[in-house]
């Protein structure tokens, strides 16, 4: 499975900060020791042109100048350099480079990954909750448009948001777009307060356990199926975060690492047994024990590649 990673593209955060920048290094690394079939590639940088197929070109350029402004900034969480720019332009360029390769691989489509992404709470015209721009929805508007001369009907898309946190900006930005269909499963009382409605939405109480969460996602998926049934979708983005993990700070969940790795087999499972081709996106994180953040997202790839590699044996037989 490739996987394309951004992290030589560090953040200048102050001493404190609640945003783990260093676990896209350790993640990084992790793989690098133990790669089950995952090859790593450095993530380009999209440009504006690709940026603004998502958001407005205002915001774009006050992003690239620097002339967002304190209340902007402080709704992103990051202060402005040109440091934060490059890495919101690497993170998403991993994951349009991540479709691309998930709609290809040799023509059979199959999974691919990014070692960051899953920047749902970023609109059209701001950033927000650590997010500038919006990865998945930019890949996506990009990818309909490289697959038939523009015509976004041609490809149908399918978000499966499991980040602890609502994907506001992801439902924000194709509120009016049907040919792709926003789920998000997410802590109802956590963050953002005031939530865009997806296509579909599935709240959970805060101290949700594995049985709890693994219940009501087997039949939001079923969910999803029936209504895409009338233009399946042909390519997916799966936000897998880490932060419904029981130690996460912010969370407010109650998952284990075996929860988690179930969570993961259902959608994975689910979506190779349809041949959907797949973006896997690492998403939040916040663990107490940031080694635990990272080894729940190293389970996250390491069942990615697993499904990649069943899906190219399928193709192959």
């Not at 790593?40 to 992003?63: N, W």
């Not at 690239?64 to 934060?84: D, K, N, Q, V, Y």
């Not at 190293?298 to 990649?308: D, V």
Request: with cysteine; aromatic share 6%; net charge neutral.
């Amino acid at each position: 499975m490739h996987a394309f990673h951004f992290d030589a593209h560090a953040l200048p955060l102050p001493p404190g900060h609640r945003f783990p920048a260093s676990k896209y290094g350790l993640l990084r690394q992790g793989v690098q020791a133990d790669p089950r079939g995952i090859e790593l590639h450095t993530a380009p940088a999209a440009t504006a042109g690709e940026l603004a197929l998502a958001h407005d070109p205002d915001y774009i350029e006050a992003v690239f100048e620097g002339t967002l402004g304190a209340a902007r900034e402080r709704e992103i969480g990051f202060g402005w350099s040109p440091a934060l720019v490059e890495r919101a332009r690497r993170s998403v360029g991993a994951t349009i480079a991540a479709a691309r390769t998930a709609l290809s691989a040799g023509g059979t489509g199959g999974i691919a990954a990014s070692l960051g992404g899953g920047t749902h709470h970023a609109r059209a015209d701001a950033g927000s909750g650590y997010c500038v721009f919006n990865d998945v929805a930019v890949a996506a508007r990009l990818m309909q448009a490289e697959a038939h001369r523009g015509e976004r009907s041609a490809l149908p898309v399918v978000v499966i948001d499991l980040d602890v946190h609502q994907g506001n900006g992801t439902a924000s930005i194709f509120a009016d777009d049907e040919s792709v269909f926003t789920f998000s499963m997410h802590g109802e009382r956590n963050f953002p307060f005031r939530k865009s409605a997806g296509n579909l939405d599935v709240g959970l109480p805060d101290g949700c356990d594995d049985a709890t969460y693994l219940a009501a996602l087997g039949p939001a998926l079923d969910e999803v199926w029936r209504r895409t049934a009338a233009r399946p979708p042909r390519l997916a983005f799966y936000v897998a975060g880490a932060d419904p993990h029981e130690g996460d700070r912010l969370g407010r969940l109650k998952l284990t690492q075996a929860g988690l790795a179930a969570r993961d087999a259902l959608v994975l499972d689910a979506l190779a047994g349809r041949r959907i081709p797949a973006v896997v996106l690492m998403a939040g994180g916040y663990g107490r024990d940031i080694a635990t953040t990272v080894a729940v997202h190293l389970q996250t790839l390491h069942l990615a590649a697993r499904a990649q590699s069943r899906w190219a044996h399928a193709g192959a037989s």
